[in-house]
């Protein structure tokens, strides 16, 4: 299965270590190294503080009972943090039960209200948010990550699937569709049920109106910038306070930093509070013609 010419999996070689022995090693290495400080690392892109290993999972390398008891019996990590890692697994568990038991999930909206909403998303638009081009650089750091290597984390995964669907107008199903073409975790369970609850049609969801802001979301959770100069190495000189949000940067620090927006890296394609905006009274619009 590996490819041959071109050889484009060099980015999934480096990160991922296929097989069961791999799924072990990954398992170790987290219990050893990041579950005693889980609920607070897993939310951080430039550090390794999640599990990684949802690819073993979707491949059936290892088992989510498997999983559950090494953690459960690690040294020395606090409940809080176990508590925190299991209802992760749980999360997965609770998304194959929707499967099951709603088949179509991956192609219909489980709210049907959503059926009458109206996605406004163009072509070229979804093609800069797969391409990593959209002007934001938590979401291109993500969208890249994906590129790359195949995965993306956990936090930005959220950050981009919010940005698809409601700053881009876009149908969660196109974005879904390349997460399915793109992941080494691809899940048909948690890969729907993760893209209908942050649209907000899925079981438990998330409210459509909850629009996660990508600048703020980058400025918590990679306050130093670090993600972001990784995927997107264009900004790599720009000072902290300025790489989650360029276009604020005075002309002087751009230059400094060799950035020139709209050449070596795109203005926004869109505002943020003018997206937000548009989004909320597209929601309105739907529940009108629901109701």
């Excluded at 219909?108 to 909403?117: I, K, L, S, Y």
């Amino acid at each position: 299965m590996l490819p041959t010419k071109p050889d484009w999996s060099g980015g999934l070689a480096e990160a991922w270590t296929p097989g069961e022995r791999g799924a072990q090693q990954q398992l170790k290495a987290f219990c050893d190294e990041a579950l005693a400080d889980y609920a607070r690392q897993r939310d951080l892109p430039a550090i390794d503080g999640t599990s990684r290993l949802s690819p073993h999972l979707a491949f059936g390398e290892i088992t989510p009972a498997d999983i559950w008891h090494a953690a459960a019996n690690a040294d020395s990590v606090p409940e809080k943090q176990l508590e925190k890692f299991h209802k992760e697994l749980v999360w997965r568990e609770f998304s194959y039960h929707l499967l099951v038991n709603f088949p179509n999930l991956g192609g219909e909206n489980f709210n049907g209200d959503f059926d009458a909403f109206p996605w406004a998303g163009t072509d070229a638009q979804l093609q800069a948010w797969q391409r990593g081009l959209t002007g934001y650089p938590i979401v291109d750091a993500g969208m890249r990550q994906l590129w790359q290597t195949g995965w993306m984390h956990n936090r930005v995964r959220m950050v981009v699937a919010s940005f698809l669907i409601k700053h881009l107008m876009t149908d969660w199903r196109k974005g879904e569709d390349w997460f399915w073409d793109t992941l080494v975790d691809a899940d048909p369970a948690s890969n729907t049920a993760s893209w209908q609850w942050v649209a907000g049609s899925g079981a438990d969801a998330a409210p459509y109106f909850r629009v996660f802001n990508p600048i703020l979301q980058g400025e918590k959770f990679d306050p130093d910038g670090d993600y972001v100069r990784t995927y997107v190495p264009e900004l790599a000189g720009l000072p902290n306070k300025y790489v989650h949000k360029p276009w604020e940067a005075p002309e002087k620090v751009l230059e400094k930093s060799n950035v020139s927006l709209g050449s070596t890296y795109p203005a926004p394609i869109v505002d943020h509070q003018q997206a937000r905006n548009r989004a909320l009274d597209a929601y309105q619009t739907m529940k009108g013609q629901a109701a």
